[in-house]
C-alpha cells in the first residue's frame, strides 16, 4: 500500500476503475475490491497448479465460489 497509495489517490481523480470503487473507496477499496480478489485467484490457481489462461481463470473463481462458505465460517 505505501508503493501505490499516492499513486491511487492522484488517479482516483480522474481514472472511472479507481473512482468507481465504491463507498469505502480510496486506497484501501481498491485493495479491497481489486487486489485482494485477484491475489486470490492468482493464490488459488498457483496452488493447483493450473496454467494463466482464460479456462483456468474460470476454474479458480469455481473453486473460489465454491469454498466461499468455509471462508465465511
Known amino acids: 500500500m505505501a508503493a ?3 499513486t491511487l489517490r492522484r ?3 480522474s481514472d472511472k476503475l479507481v ?3 465504491g ?4 486506497v484501501s ?3 479491497q475490491a481489486v487486489l ?3 491475489l486470490a485467484m492468482s493464490l488459488v490457481k498457483e496452488d493447483l497448479r493450473l496454467a494463466d489462461d482464460d479456462d483456468d481463470d474460470v476454474r479458480a473463481r ?3 465460489a465454491e469454498s466461499a462458505e ?3 465460517l
Open 29 to 31: 477499496g481498491y485493495v
Open 11 to 13: 488517479l482516483a481523480v
Open 36 to 38: 485482494v480478489p485477484e
Open 70 to 72: 468455509v471462508g465465511e
Open 23 to 26: 463507498v469505502s473507496g480510496g
Open 62 to 64: 469455481e473453486v473460489l
Open 19 to 21: 473512482s468507481a470503487i
Open 4 to 6: 501505490f497509495s499516492r
